[in-house]
């Protein structure tokens, strides 16, 4: 099994409003990381564009699985106990609120206004894809809401949220939530039990087994759907 990974790296998550996983890991990855003695970096990211660098459809852009995404999303809130309500329409255009997240705030702040974003998308509040509804999440975290809504729409903020988003797929990250420690990635809420055991050295991850996972050779290859 691996070694604990250092102490001084922080959790860094990986998140876009749009994605109901994003939100339920959320609720759970800072009592995760107190245990360990972790910080929580919140890493604002756009998932559409991560779709759209590694070439795959969006869950909520296959019928089969948008239903059972909402089943799942539905029983992993009642196995947390957090409340889990639709937002007015989904997907939802989210680049306000992610630039909204990504302005220069204290450590404080910006967990205080993700998480009353995250309450307004998915907890029964009133979405956050518009400038009222953002400047109402911000209100709510103790921030000047129409002074924070100004600030996300200058050039360098929508920069920066581009620049996160690309530092992320750098980092291998496929979909949303991404929790990184150091170089090692975990994606989804249900990847948290296996980060909680990396997080304590229990992984059972080896550079051995990774090893033999990447000689192996390919015996077969998918034709395309017409094929």
Known sequence: MSAPPSSAAPIRFCFDYVSPYAYLAWTQIHALAERHGRRVVP??????????ARGQRGPAEIPAKRVYLFKDCVRLAHGFGVPLVPPPSHPFNPLL???ASSLPLSDEARRALVGQLFAAAWGGGGGVAGPDEVAQAADAAGLDGEQVVRDAGAAEIKALLRRQTDEALDAGAFGVPTMLVG?????????????DRFLEGRDPVTAEMLARWASL???????GAGG
Do not use: K, M
Request: charged share 20%; glycine share 6%; proline share 9%.
């Open 43 to 52: 890493v604002p990211v756009v998932f559409g564009a991560i779709l759209d």
């Open 217 to 223: 050779p390919a015996s077969a290859a998918r034709r």
């Open 97 to 99: 609120a992610l630039r």
């Open 183 to 195: 170089d090692e990635l975990f994606w989804g809420v249900d990847s948290l039990p296996h980060l």
